[in-house]
């Protein structure tokens, strides 16, 4: 059965620094592209970042380009959000999901329940 | 970046009636459009890919059809379960783009 639990989330204040994990199980990790989705409260989802199985590629939206890093351990199944100079705007539930693509972002076939980010002073 | 448009933005039927949700692509994305659902409170959940397969054990009620900038989401008779709201998401282009939701509630 395929498992993802998302850690990490907090209240943090702007301009602050939170490292998201997502811990995966139950299938071939390496073999998937991964993804970061959130959705921001009584708002619609908006797509984060991913990043391909070998970790080679890595893609993010304009919003937070340069200010989030993704990464992932495949020795360990995890994935990684860090989220550097935040912004109220990054106020939302972060879901990790894995993709049905290998490289490429194209869908996300598993979700986790998701671990919700507040930036407030 | 793509827009996805989806209509309507709400929606209340009685069960076991037919409901349809459209997307529609702001430039031609082929085929490369996928559904999901998400219930209050929960993850969402991934329906259909390339516009009309079911994800396994996706319930058979549900269907998508269309190509290029003109997509349908439909379910052929409503259940008590099917209260959610549904997104439409093109992977055509990056970034990724979601619909901004169509919510649909028992009558």
């Known amino acids: 059965e395929v498992q993802l639990l998302e850690s990490g989330g907090g209240l943090v204040q702007p301009g602050g620094s939170l490292r998201l994990s997502c811990a995966a199980s139950?299938?071939?990790?390496?073999?998937?592209?991964m993804n970061w989705v959130r959705q921001a409260p009584g708002k619609g989802l908006e797509w984060v970042s991913s990043?391909?199985?070998?970790?080679?590629?890595?893609y993010y939206a304009d919003s937070v380009q340069g200010r989030f890093t993704i990464s992932r351990d495949n020795s360990k199944n995890t994935l990684y959000l860090q989220m550097n100079s935040l912004r109220a705007e990054d106020t939302a539930m972060y879901y990790c999901?894995?993709?049905?693509?290998?490289?490429?972002?194209?869908?996300?076939?598993?979700w986790g329940q998701g671990t919700l980010v507040t930036v407030s002073s | 970046d793509i827009q996805m448009t989806q209509s309507p933005s709400s929606l209340s039927a009685s069960v076991g009636d037919r409901v349809t949700i459209t997307c529609q692509a702001s430039?031609?994305?082929?085929?490369?459009l996928n559904w999901y659902q998400q219930k209050p409170g929960k993850a969402p959940k991934f329906l259909i890919y390339d516009v009309s397969n079911l994800e396994t054990g996706v319930p058979s009620r549900f269907s998508g059809s269309g190509s290029g900038t003109d997509f349908t989401f439909t379910i052929s008779s409503l259940q008590p379960e099917d209260i959610a709201t549904y997104y439409c998401?093109?992977?055509?282009?990056?970034?990724?783009?979601f619909g901004g939701g169509t919510k649909v509630e028992i009558k």
């Open positions: 998401q093109q992977y055509d282009n990056l970034p990724p783009v």
């Open positions: 990043i391909s199985g070998s970790g080679g590629n890595t």
């Open positions: 999901a894995r993709d049905y693509s290998g490289n490429y972002p194209r869908g996300a076939d598993y």
């Open positions: 139950g299938f071939i990790f390496s073999s998937y592209a």
């Open positions: 430039q031609d994305i082929r085929n490369h």
